[in-house]
């Protein structure tokens, strides 16, 4: 029975295929989460940064 138990040869390699499955299982739901607010976010940003850019714009910015 010990011997079966010593054998654990080949062990590791399905270990780590299985913890590479769980990793890519749970970016592809973490993407697909994501998926529906990056449009939303990416435009609050550029909102945010139009904002900014016109308001450096409307005082002069750096010039003397």
Do not use: D, H, W
Not at 21 to 45: D, N, T
């Amino acid at each position: 029975m010990n011997k079966l138990f010593k054998n654990r040869k080949g062990q590791n390699t399905v270990e780590y295929l299985l913890m590479l499955a769980v990793v890519v299982g749970v970016v592809l739901v973490a993407g697909m989460a994501l998926k529906k607010y990056m449009p939303s976010l990416f435009q609050s940003i550029q909102g945010m940064i139009n904002g900014a850019a016109s308001s450096l714009g409307a005082s002069g910015g750096n010039q003397p």
